[in-house]
T-cell receptor, first 114, second 109 residues
């Protein structure tokens, strides 16, 4: 199906484990983003990517790693999960950076770190 | 770091009532956007406003951008249960989009 999909939808992991959240988009959008959403903090940018093999840090990048070997995929890896990384993670994509290029979001991954 | 504050944080109203939610920025907006997020889904763009003083209407939703481009309001006329959700303002600066903390709206039938 066309659009942006995230997997898994729900994930429970233990402190210290590595976990990867997947994001796939079918529009061939250049820009992709990872946000986390927490009560009281809203949506905070973790990492973004302007194209394949080009990534940059956002507001809260510590503890996260991203890669973008293909335009359509933008996985987010928590190298050693901590309880503070319990959150809902949203991936988004955009065709450009102008006003007419809105962010298109996936439906999120709810991650719980025990 | 830009801060976007939204008020109120929560709002519960009866169907048919009118309401206004607000967004204030610590710095001038580059490009103001409003998104709505329904439970279990990602945010969806409602509108983008760029010019200070601009007013945009989307059916029963009216978006107003302050003259100084540091604040905005969203007014909903005759709210319906389908309006329930989290309303987020955002500032789009090229590849970076900064979001406010949101107003959670519940419209009771």
């Amino acid at each position: 199906d066309a659009g942006i999909t995230q997997s898994p939808r729900y994930k429970i992991t233990e402190t210290g484990r590595q976990v990867t959240l997947m994001c796939h988009q079918t529009w061939s959008h250049s820009y992709m983003f990872w946000y986390r959403q927490d009560l009281g903090h809203g949506l905070r940018l973790i990492y973004y990517s302007a194209a394949a093999d080009i990534t940059d840090k956002g507001e809260v990048p510590d503890g996260y790693v991203v890669s973008r070997s293909k335009t359509e995929n933008f996985p987010l890896t928590l190298e050693s999960a901590t309880r503070s990384q319990t959150s809902v993670y949203f991936c988004a994509s955009s065709s450009g950076t102008g006003n007419n290029s809105p962010l298109h979001f996936g439906n999120g991954t709810r991650l719980t770190v025990t | 770091t830009q801060l976007l504050e939204q008020s109120p944080q929560f709002l519960s109203i009866q169907e048919g009532e009118n309401l206004t939610v607000y967004c204030n920025s610590s710095s001038v907006f580059s490009s103001l956007q409003w998104y709505r997020q329904e439970p279990g889904e990602g945010p969806v763009l409602l509108v983008t406003v760029v010019t200070g003083g601009e007013v945009k209407k989307l059916k029963r939703l009216t978006f107003q951008f302050g003259d100084a481009r540091k604040d905005s309001s969203l007014h909903i006329t005759a709210a319906q249960p389908g309006d329930t959700g989290l309303y987020l303002c955002a500032d789009r600066r090229y590849q970076k989009v900064t979001f406010g903390t949101g107003t959670k709206l519940q419209v009771i039938p």
